[in-house]
């Protein structure tokens, strides 16, 4: 099955400053990707997503790019906030038969900005 | 719009009971996962039900299972309880399922005592 590695584990960042997550995945028939970030006694939220077609996209201060050929996507998070700190996870999905993909989590990337 | 409701939001339990938790989904989802997520093991996928069929399945054992009802609520169960069954458990909604996004609710926190 797919598996998805996830780094770093924990990341500290100067506000205003960049962070950068970064995942690898197995799977070459992946085709969907998508960012979650999750804050404290809360479930997990969409931040933004891509798909296999596509190399970057983008959402203001939030982007994320995709190699296919390498198999791995990057989140990249510009001009950090003091709300930017959360646990974010990376996700991918293995096609198989219409609606029987499943999302497989990376590990998560613990971000602390420091005021 | 509502978002994914889930409940309850806190449980405790014995080994060998058994517990079942329930997702409201986003009015209009047909498709509703279910995800264990522990410090140890991340997040980690149940099942996924569209339609009231289940149509994806994790790899945890037999304990665990669900239903989704007619008005695409859905509920799971797990039997016998152990320790190690203690976790978050996530409901997540999604308009047809496979590549749509998945909305998640805040989860149920289990614990087996």
């Known amino acids: 099955g797919e598996n998805v590695e996830q780094h770093p584990s924990t990341l500290s960042v100067q506000e205003g400053d960049s962070a950068v997550i970064k995942c690898t995945y197995s799977?070459?028939?992946?085709?969907?990707f998508p960012w979650y970030k999750q804050e404290l006694g809360k479930g997990p939220q969409l931040i933004i997503d891509i798909r296999s077609n596509v190399g970057e996209k983008k959402d203001q201060r939030i982007a994320v790019t995709l190699n296919k050929t390498a198999k791995h996507f990057s989140l990249h998070i510009t001009e950090t906030q003091p709300e930017d700190s959360a646990v974010y996870f990376c996700?991918?999905?293995?096609?198989?038969?219409?609606?029987?993909?499943?999302?497989?989590f990376g590990t998560g990337t613990r971000l602390t900005i420091i005021p | 719009k509502a978002g994914v409701t889930q409940t309850p939001r806190y449980l405790i339990k014995t080994r060998g009971q058994q517990v079942t938790l329930s997702c409201s989904p986003i009015?209009?989802?047909?498709?509703v996962s279910w995800y264990q997520q522990t410090p140890g093991q991340g997040l980690q996928f149940l099942f996924e039900?569209?339609?009231?069929?289940?149509?994806n399945k994790g790899n945890f054992p037999g304990r665990f299972s669900g239903r989704q009802f007619s008005n695409s609520r859905s509920e799971m169960n797990v039997s016998t309880l152990e320790l190690g069954d203690s976790a978050l458990y996530l409901c997540?909604?999604?308009?047809?399922?496979?590549?749509?996004?998945?909305?998640f609710g805040n989860g149920t926190r289990l614990t087996v005592t």
């Open positions: 039900y569209f339609s009231e069929t289940q149509r």
């Open positions: 799977d070459s028939a992946s085709n969907y």
């Open positions: 997540a909604s999604s308009g047809q399922g496979g590549n749509s996004p998945l909305h």
């Open positions: 996700a991918a999905t293995t096609p198989r038969n219409f609606g029987n993909e499943k999302l497989t």
């Open positions: 009015s209009g989802h047909r498709s």
